[in-house]
């Protein structure tokens, strides 16, 4: 098990079936390089969306979204 800080977060890596958990989070923003790392475990490792999130103590519906957002083009047109 290694610990180590990543802005304001304390980070526990525990080296068990690739599995991640960051706990301490010092408030609820996540700044994109949190976001993207959570997403990644989600969309390159296969790992269910309520598992991540929970695991990293996220609410699933923001997770759930950023999911969304990270299938979405950045230059996709906004329809009103």
Not at 19 to 25: D, Q
Not at 48 to 60: C, T
Not at 61 to 74: D, G, I
């Amino acid at each position: 098990m290694s610990h180590s800080h990543f802005d304001g977060h304390q980070i526990v890596i525990v080296l068990n079936h690739e599995r991640m958990s960051i706990v301490g989070k010092t408030s609820n923003r996540y700044d994109d390089v949190f976001k993207s790392h959570a997403v990644s475990m989600v969309v390159e490792k296969g790992r269910p969306i309520g598992a991540v999130a929970k695991d990293l103590d996220v609410s699933e519906p923001a997770f759930r979204r950023w999911v969304k957002l990270s299938y979405e083009p950045e230059d996709s047109p906004t329809i009103c």
